[in-house]
């Protein structure tokens, strides 16, 4: 539970600096709760072999930065993939300013991967787009993609966020996280830091 903590503080400090970017670019462009296996849910990556993957639920988390007192408050939408082992494997995490139309999707991908050519990410079978990382922590390296109110429709009415990254041995890795419950944590109240209970090991 402590490593998600430690994930969702990690999110909400980067937010500045995030935003910050986004006022200079043109427009468009964790594991808290309980955990349990997604039933027939696609797991990543895409090769033979790989040991089960289990799914955080989508959950909400807004707070604001305590040291600045025109700080506007940010919420989080966030869900991550881990195997049995509590290994990290993939995450992805909306990321929504108070007042702000442009939106954030930020995603992570594990330690390993090639920094060049960065990330690919798409819903189902749309197109894919390309973003770069921009920083790495000790469970992963995340990339950022600035979307909008339509592109946060989609995802609410997809099946799944497909990441795709390049691994050390130059093969394209693939992860899939399924946006099933995203709508519902989306819309609902927030999840209180304090209050969230740590995860059940799977069994």
Not at 3 to 13: D, E, W
Not at 60 to 74: E, I, S, T, W, Y
Not at 159 to 167: D, K
Request: proline share 11%; aromatic share 6%; net charge positive.
């Amino acid at each position: 539970m402590m490593r998600a903590l430690a994930s969702i503080v990690a999110l909400l400090a980067l937010h500045s600096a995030a935003w910050a970017q986004l006022e200079k670019a043109p427009p468009e462009k964790l594991r808290p709760g309980r955990v349990q296996p997604e039933t027939r849910a696609p797991g990543p990556p895409a090769t033979t072999g790989q040991p089960p993957v289990v799914f955080s639920p989508w959950t909400k988390f807004c707070g604001k930065d305590a040291n600045d007192p025109q700080a506007r408050p940010v919420c989080l939408t966030v869900r991550e993939a881990r195997l049995e082992t509590g290994a990290f494997v993939a995450g992805a995490a909306l990321i929504e300013q108070a007042g702000e139309e442009k939106k954030l999707l930020r995603v992570t991908l594990p330690l390993g991967m090639r920094l060049m050519p960065g990330v690919q990410m798409f819903i189902d079978g749309e197109a894919a787009r390309n973003g770069s990382y921009v920083i790495c922590y000790p469970n992963g390296c995340m990339a950022d993609f600035e979307v909008n109110a339509d592109f946060v429709g989609r995802l609410k009415s997809g099946e799944r966020l497909q990441l795709r990254g390049v691994n050390a041995p130059g093969q394209v890795a693939s992860y899939l996280l399924p946006l099933g419950g995203l709508a519902q944590a989306h819309e609902g109240p927030p999840t209180d830091l304090k209050q969230a209970a740590p995860p059940d090991r799977p069994k």
